[in-house]
């Protein structure tokens, strides 16, 4: 299993402005991902985030919108850059301990409504 | 692209009836998990599913996996209050793609 700390919880961000969310995992994993879920929908998948290499992105984001960094097997982060009131959302960062397509472990999420 | 639906959208039971959701997907799966997410928390992982017809329980949860492995259910028994929350399927393809369908919220009025 893994347990999943995300943060911020909430945030309130000015238009323009970026923020990085930090997920830390309390045990090394295989795979992390970053996933996108608005208030009653279902979860969209950002990116995944490899360890010592440049994230591999869905279709429909871009790198230059939503650098990640993952330096380590425990750790990685998501900074939503120049954010827009389109950017509000739930933010969720995910870990698979174990093959590519296993089970998955959530974060708690990190809420972030753009004025 | 790959997708998987999900039904239904929504369900409100009254405690002690039962409940299922549905999850079909066009071509053939590699496996399916199953996930709940209640009001305000994060999705957390019920089961897998890989084999052709498989069926599998957790006390009255029952989880299936078509003949075809196209298509899957979550079946809830005698639903309780504690049942009230958002159920997500996640289909795996065998390319190693995973999407999540829709999701069925369920509401129980006691």
């Known amino acids: 299993s893994a347990v999943i700390s995300q943060k911020p919880s909430r945030d309130i961000c000015q238009r323009g402005t970026s923020l990085t969310i930090q997920c830390q995992v309390d045990?090394?994993?295989?795979?992390m991902f970053w996933y996108r879920q608005q208030p009653g929908q279902s979860l969209t998948l950002i990116a995944t985030?490899?360890?010592?290499?440049?994230?591999?992105?869905e279709s429909g984001f871009v790198i230059d919108k939503f650098p990640i960094s993952r330096p380590n097997l425990t750790f990685s982060t998501l900074t939503v850059s120049n954010m827009s009131p389109e950017d509000s959302s739930i933010y969720l960062c995910?870990?698979?301990?174990?093959?590519?397509?296993?089970?998955?472990?959530f974060g708690e999420g990190s809420r972030l409504t753009v004025l | 692209g790959q997708q998987v639906m999900q039904i239904p959208q929504y369900q409100h039971v009254q405690e002690g009836e039962d409940f299922t959701t549905y999850c079909n997907s066009s071509?053939?799966?590699?496996?399916i998990q199953w996930y709940k997410q209640r009001p305000g928390g994060h999705p957390v992982f019920l089961i897998q599913?890989?084999?052709?017809?498989e069926v599998k329980k957790q006390k009255r949860l029952t989880f299936q996996f078509g003949e075809a492995k196209k298509n899957s259910s979550l079946h809830i028994t005698a639903t309780q209050t504690t049942d009230v929350g958002t159920y997500f399927c996640?289909?795996?393809?065998?390319?190693?793609?995973?999407?999540f369908g829709a999701g069925t919220r369920l509401t129980v009025k006691p």
């Open positions: 985030a490899n360890q010592g290499s440049e994230a591999t992105y």
């Open positions: 045990s090394q994993v295989t795979m």
């Open positions: 995910s870990a698979s301990p174990g093959a590519y397509t296993g089970e998955l472990f």
């Open positions: 599913l890989v084999k052709s017809g």
């Open positions: 071509t053939t799966l590699s496996n």
């Open positions: 996640a289909a795996v393809y065998n390319n190693n793609d995973m999407r």
